[in-house]
C-alpha cells in the first residue's frame, strides 16, 4: 500500500466503514512506517483488533518514509480465522474502502 501523504492511508473490504475489516499503513515520526490491523465499529477511528479480542495477522515486509509518501508492504492470509478480519476473496469481485490523512495521527477523515 503506497500513498502521497504524511500521515497514513488505509483499506477496508467491505462497502463501508461499519463492521469492516481495515489496515491502515500509518507514520507516526515522518521516518518509519507501522500497520495497524483494525475493525471498524462506525463511521469513527476503527478499534485494533487487538483491543477487540481479535490479532494482529499482519506480517510487515517493508515499510518506507519520504518526505511526502508512505509505503507499506504487507502479508496476511486471505483467511485468518479471526472474526475481525474479512475473508479476501480471490475469484469474486469484492468491495473495498480506503481514506488517507496528512497528519501523523490515525484520526477521522
Known amino acids: 500500500m503506497r500513498c502521497n501523504v504524511k500521515g497514513y492511508c488505509s483499506i477496508g473490504f467491505g462497502s463501508e466503514m461499519d463492521n469492516t475489516d481495515m489496515i491502515a499503513c500509518i507514520t ?9 490491523d483494525t475493525y471498524g465499529n462506525g463511521h469513527d ?4 483488533d487487538t483491543a477487540l479480542g ?3 495477522d499482519l506480517i510487515m515486509v517493508s515499510n518506507a518514509v519520504t518526505a511526502n509518501t508512505i509505503e507499506c508492504e504487507f502479508d496476511r492470509k486471505l483467511n485468518t480465522g479471526d472474526k475481525y478480519d474479512g475473508v479476501i476473496e480471490v475469484d469474486n469481485e469484492q468491495s473495498i ?13
Open 28 to 36: 507516526y515520526d515522518g521516518v518509519t512506517a507501522t500497520m495497524i
Open 45 to 48: 477511528v476503527p478499534d485494533n
Open 54 to 56: 481479535g490479532f494482529n
Open 97 to 109: 474502502i480506503w481514506a488517507w490523512y496528512d497528519t501523523r495521527a490515525y484520526v477521522d477523515h
